[in-house]
């Protein structure tokens, strides 16, 4: 009698028994794997050995028995501990800026619960039972990381939505040999804004750093804008960090020159202004706009206070100014005052040839500034950029050429902390063999020179930092005290640091 063929269910319960019934499951008709929770071709016995060898299968099989190790550590255990799921969670959705209020949302908590296997926690549970501890790691990482290493610092303010001024600091490693690490270190709010401010914030920041022994002879560099009560309050800081220098942000110096341009060409600025209101929320003029000027981006919409922004709205305007003129002509000047500011601003002379005259010699400024913001820009390239910018505009002719060459050469004279810096790039350059350490503070060695090989010279980094500020202060987040704000912005700013 020749040999009987299994049926399908006995073959199926067989694979069962052999693979284990932690892993497969049988209905009589189909073969299911549990922990890839699909199903299985089981017509021969090397597709299922096959699958099992599959690397998604393993590292199932390992994810759950992690789980299940930690479930009875959890049991083993009758120390009351805090999860470390919901301190991970609580982290994740901070540093992605995700309101914990989305755990109110039923499809999401069912969908994170069905997926992750986990008790999902309400906005009160993180809020007040794992925030602080996650502060209080990422504060503890900033300070053993810095250590003892010199630093620099950088301090600025700004005005949020609520009325509130706010400042932040960022504090730097300088290393001889690479880029060293910035982190936000302290916000505050401040009463007003004066010099003694400044100071007590700076201090402040230095006193978390460093708690008990605050290290003055490590910080070398301060940056700030150049209001006048940031020179005044790095003056009085030079009395206590003796080796520190104070330099100003040269992003915000060419901002400075570029303010001066736009205030030398006031038909390009009534033009750039005006348009930018006439397709502001005016979906029947933009369909014009893509109508006629096809495969041309919408005109710009600068914002003054942003670096270098008008300056690439008069080069774009350059660039299209026929097609604009297009667009404009087929708009109905009595429908805005705006329209017909634009028409007379396109009829008055001269207006071409300005925008002409902006591009060929101011765009190197926009450059720049886009240059100085790159991470990770050693002292010497941050300094070749400027000079290269100081080049170009020694050929300025014309009445606002010398206007605007003029106020760069104000500008650049004032910051006599960019000087030092230069001195100490040319020393490490070896362009400049200089004896005479008189003009470096009393106590500067050789050896301090070498810690600014990678010294920055914007504030970008606290410029960054108050984009996260206002990014974190939406509209339906205005109900945040300002202690959790500060800890939710330390926490969000400083996420990347170990990437």
């Known amino acids: 009698m020749g040999k009987v063929k299994p049926s399908t269910s006995a073959r199926l319960r067989n694979y069962v028994s052999e693979f284990g019934s932690e892993i497969l499951s049988t209905d009589g008709f189909v073969l299911f794997c549990k922990v890839c929770e699909l199903k299985i071709n089981f017509e021969k016995k090397f597709n299922v050995s096959q699958h099992i060898r599959t690397e998604k299968h393993v590292k199932s099989a390992k994810r759950q028995k992690d789980q299940v190790q930690r479930k009875s550590q959890q049991l083993l255990t009758n120390q009351p501990t805090k999860s470390d799921f919901n301190k991970d969670l609580c982290e994740a959705m901070v540093a992605a800026n995700i309101p914990f209020n989305k755990f109110s949302n039923t499809i999401f908590r069912s969908f994170l619960e069905k997926y992750t ?3 999902i926690p309400f906005e009160a549970t993180l809020r007040k039972g794992y925030i602080d501890d996650i502060y209080n790691q990422v504060m503890d990482k900033i300070k053993i990381e810095i250590g003892n290493n010199q630093i620099w610092v950088s301090v600025d303010e700004t005005y949020d939505v609520q009325g509130r001024c706010v400042a932040n600091v960022i504090v730097g490693i300088l290393k001889p040999d690479y880029v060293g690490h910035s982190f936000l270190l302290h916000s505050e709010e401040l009463t007003k ?6 100071c007590k914030v700076f201090n402040k920041a230095m006193t978390i750093l460093w708690p008990g022994d605050i290290m003055y002879n490590n ?7 150049a209001a006048p009560y940031m020179i005044k309050a790095g003056s009085v800081l030079k009395n206590l960090y003796t080796k520190m220098i104070h330099t100003t942000c040269s992003a915000h110096a060419l901002h400075r020159i570029a303010e001066e341009i736009r205030g030398q060409f006031n038909t390009v600025d009534e033009l750039i202004s005006n348009m930018k209101k006439i397709f502001r929320k005016a979906p029947y003029r933009i369909a014009l706009f893509k109508s006629i000027a096809q495969g041309i981006r919408l005109p710009p919409e600068p914002i003054l206070t942003r670096w270098g922004t008008w300056l690439e709205a008069a080069i774009y305007y350059c660039e299209n100014f026929q097609i604009i003129c297009s667009v404009i ?3 109905d000047e009595n429908d805005a005052d705006s329209i017909k500011k634009v028409k007379l601003c396109l009829l008055k002379p001269g207006l071409e040839n300005n925008l002409a005259y902006i591009k060929s010699n101011f765009r190197v400024l926009t450059m ?3 240059k100085l913001q790159t991470k990770n820009l050693s002292l010497a390239d941050s300094l070749t950029v400027i000079q290269e910018v100081k080049s170009k505009f020694q050929s300025l002719k014309g009445t606002q050429g010398k206007a605007v060459l003029l106020k760069l050469q104000k500008v650049f004279e004032k910051n006599e902390g960019l000087k030092m810096l230069e001195k100490i790039s040319n020393i490490l350059e070896g362009k400049d063999e200089i004896s005479d350490m008189s003009q470096f503070p009393d106590d500067y ?3 301090d020179f070498v810690y600014f090989k990678y010294a920055p010279t914007t504030s ?3 410029e ?3 984009s996260s500020y206002k990014t974190l202060l939406s509209d339906n987040r205005r109900a945040f005290t300002f202690e959790n704000l500060r800890k939710h912005l330390i926490i969000q700013c400083n996420n990347e640091v170990d990437e």
Not at 219 to 225: A, H, M, R
Request: hydrophobic fraction near 45%; charge should be neutral.
């Open 117 to 119: 296997g986990k008790s």
């Open 329 to 331: 002509n087929a708009l």
């Open 368 to 370: 720049a500034i886009v």
């Open 445 to 447: 060695s050789c050896n």
């Open 460 to 462: 970008v980094d606290v």
């Open 464 to 466: 960054r930092s108050f």
């Open 193 to 198: 804004t004066n010099h003694n401010t400044i």
């Open 219 to 225: 910080v070398l560099l301060f940056l700030s804008d």
